[in-house]
C-alpha cells in the first residue's frame, strides 16, 4: 500500500473502485486517533486497503474516531459503516442526504430506478436490465446504523488532523457535496467537483425534476476558480490538480459544448423526444453501469436548457417529452 504525505498530519492512498479508476481516500491522524475522509466501496478488498494504510502510517482500524464523506456516493461511502461497526466513530454526512441515506438502507433506489427509467422512455426490458445491474451494486452501498450518523453543513469550521478545516459548498456532481478547506496548509479536498482527467457528470435526481443541478455545479466551479486558485488541490480521484482554473475552465467549456450539442440533438427533430432519444443522438453512453450516470447528467443539461427558454418538457404517461423552445440556442455558461 503507497500512502502520500501531502501535509503535516494529512496522508492520502487510492482505493481501487474499478480497472482504470480509484478513489482518494485522506487519513488525519492527531492525539485523539484518526479522522478519515472518503472511503470506497462496500468491499472486503476495501477494508484491507484501508487497514494496510493505517498500519503504514502507525494505526490501526480501532484507532479511527471520526469519517467523513465528501458526498453520498458509494465509492466515497460504501465503507463507512464497516468503519463505524469495527471502530465505533461517528459518521458525518453532508447535511440534507438524510433522506437519501434512509432510502439507501430501506431499499428504495430499486423503485426511484425504475421511476427514473420510464420517465426515460425506457423499454420494459431496458428497465428491467436496469434493475438487475442496481441489484448487483448493492452490496457495494453503505450500510450505516442511523443511529451512528451525524451531519455537517458548508460554512462549518472543523478540526482534522490538528488544524482548522472550513466547510465548503460544492454542489452538483451530487445534490449534497461539501470539500473541506485546510487553511494552514492551504489544501482544498474538493470531492468530485474538480478532477484532474475527467469533467465530472453532473446528475440529476431520480425524481424530483424540480431540482436543476447544473446553475449549483457552475456555481461551485466558480467558487473553486475565484476563491482556491492559488490552493493545492485534491479530487475524489486521480492526482492533485495542478492548475485548478485551467481544469475549471476546461469543465466549463466541456459543459457548454455539452448544452449546445443536446439542444442541437432536439433542436434538429420535429417531433417530441424521450431521455432515451436524445441519449442516442448525443450521448456515448458505453456499459450499462456508465449508462445511469450519463441519463442523470443529460437530463441535469436538459432542465437547464428548459430554464433558458431552449427547450420545452411535458411529462405524459411518467415519460418525459422534450422538444425546441422559442429561443434559439446561446452560450449560458461562459460568457
Not at 453532473?202 to 424540480?210: H, V
Not at 475565484?226 to 469543465?251: L, Q, S, W
Request: hydrophobic share 40%; proline share 4%.
Amino acid at each position: 500500500m503507497k500512502v502520500t504525505k501531502i501535509a503535516n498530519n494529512i496522508y492520502t492512498y487510492k482505493v481501487w473502485i474499478r480497472r482504470g479508476r480509484e478513489t482518494n481516500s485522506f487519513l488525519f491522524p492527531d492525539r485523539e486517533g484518526v479522522t478519515v475522509v472518503d472511503c470506497g466501496y462496500n468491499r472486503p478488498e476495501t477494508l484491507e486497503e484501508l487497514a494496510a494504510a493505517l498500519e503504514e502510517i502507525g494505526f490501526h482500524i480501532y484507532h479511527i474516531n471520526r469519517f467523513y464523506a465528501t458526498h453520498l456516493h458509494s465509492d466515497h461511502v460504501g465503507l463507512a459503516g464497516e468503519i463505524h461497526r469495527l471502530s465505533g466513530c461517528r459518521v458525518y454526512l453532508p447535511q440534507g442526504t438524510e433522506q437519501p441515506l434512509q432510502d439507501i438502507m430501506e431499499g428504495r433506489l430499486p423503485e426511484q430506478a425504475a421511476f427514473f427509467c420510464r420517465a426515460a422512455g425506457m423499454r420494459q426490458q431496458q428497465i428491467d436490465e436496469n434493475l438487475l445491474l442496481q441489484d448487483k451494486l448493492k452490496k457495494y452501498m453503505p450500510d450505516i446504523p442511523l443511529q451512528a450518523v451525524s451531519y455537517f453543513a458548508a460554512g462549518e469550521t472543523l478540526t482534522l488532523g490538528g488544524q482548522r478545516a472550513q466547510v465548503v459548498q460544492l454542489a452538483g456532481h451530487a445534490r449534497q457535496q461539501l470539500g473541506f478547506f485546510l487553511c494552514r496548509e492551504n489544501i482544498l479536498l474538493c470531492g468530485d467537483s474538480l478532477l484532474p482527467d475527467i469533467v465530472p457528470d453532473i446528475l440529476a435526481d431520480r425524481q424530483d425534476f424540480s431540482y436543476h443541478p447544473l446553475p449549483l455545479y457552475v456555481s461551485s466551479l466558480h467558487t473553486i476558480a475565484n476563491c482556491f486558485a492559488g490552493a493545492k488541490v485534491y479530487g475524489g480521484h486521480g492526482d492533485r490538480i495542478e492548475t485548478p482554473k485551467a481544469a475549471v475552465a476546461n469543465a466549463l467549456v466541456y459543459h457548454e459544448k455539452r448544452l449546445q450539442k443536446i439542444w442541437r440533438a432536439v433542436a434538429e427533430i420535429p417531433e417530441e423526444m424521450t431521455l432515451m432519444a436524445v441519449m442516442g443522438k448525443a450521448y456515448n453512453a458505453g456499459s450499462p453501469f456508465t449508462l445511469n450516470f450519463a441519463m442523470l447528467d443529460a437530463m441535469a443539461h436538459l432542465l437547464h436548457l428548459e430554464d433558458m427558454g431552449f427547450l420545452k418538457i411535458k411529462m405524459i404517461q411518467g415519460v418525459a417529452y422534450f422538444r425546441k423552445g422559442s429561443v434559439n440556442y446561446r452560450p449560458t455558461i461562459i460568457r
